[in-house]
């Protein structure tokens, strides 16, 4: 049985998509087989591709289109709900269910769901992604922004997490700029404290995007027993 987990992160820039790809190349170098998927993109490069998706078919080695992995793509790098109502093309829970049996149609090991910004993202009609149906069974992974104010967003995200009766796998620390915060540690021991989940690594900053030179920073063994 595929076992689903979801990559949420403490706001837009905390680096879900870098630290979901490390996963899915950690995972593929342990032989299991992993399929991405990203239900909602918003931003793509003036070729028309998706910088992220590109990145997760890169991690994941597979040769499909972008559609492939995804269910709702819009072009402007804007929040996805405002993108939807832009251009008439609304975020339903018929889309997200249809491009997730597609992605779990080849009955992978593991599907590794990034959301888009963070916990709580609006898609319209007064909805969040955490209210979609389909993601209820999907255990969730945290991604800290390691920066000035993660500690609150940290924690103020796993009380939002926790309150909607999802299941947390663990978090990852993960630093996006090649300066580290002071007192980098310090805070990253009063998250391993505080947070009160598996800790799954922390990610450190690739100057040249490297996620499989990341990846050897993960703790894969809670995941493996979910």
């Not at 998927?37 to 591709?49: H, I, M």
């Not at 993601?135 to 926790?162: F, P, Q, S, Y």
Request: net charge negative.
């Amino acid at each position: 049985m595929t076992k689903k987990l979801f990559i949420t992160g403490t706001d837009t820039d905390a680096g879900k998509t870098f630290c979901a790809c490390a996963l899915e190349v950690a995972l593929r170098e342990r032989g299991y087989s992993v399929r991405p998927f990203k239900p909602v993109v918003a931003g793509l490069e003036p070729d028309g591709r998706s910088l992220d998706l590109c990145l997760h078919l890169m991690a994941s080695g597979l040769r499909e289109p972008e559609s492939a992995i995804s269910a709702c793509i819009y072009e402007e790098p804007v929040a996805p709900h405002i993108a939807a109502m832009k251009t008439g093309r609304e975020i339903t829970y018929a889309a997200l269910d249809q491009g997730l049996r597609r992605a779990l149609s080849g009955n992978p090991d593991y599907l590794i769901t990034e959301g888009a910004g963070g916990w709580l993202l609006p898609i319209g009609g007064g909805r969040t992604l955490p209210d979609w149906p389909g993601l209820k069974d999907m255990a969730v992974i945290i991604v800290v922004g390691m920066k000035l104010g993660c500690l609150n967003h940290a924690l103020l995200t796993r009380e939002a997490v926790i309150s909607r009766g999802f299941r947390i796998a663990g978090f990852m620390a993960h630093s996006a700029s090649p300066d580290l915060q002071p007192y980098y540690q310090e805070n990253l021991a009063t998250l391993r404290e505080m947070m009160k989940m598996p800790f799954l690594g922390d990610i450190r900053y690739e100057p040249q995007g490297n996620f499989t030179e990341a990846s050897a920073d993960l703790n894969l063994d809670p995941l493996l027993h979910l």
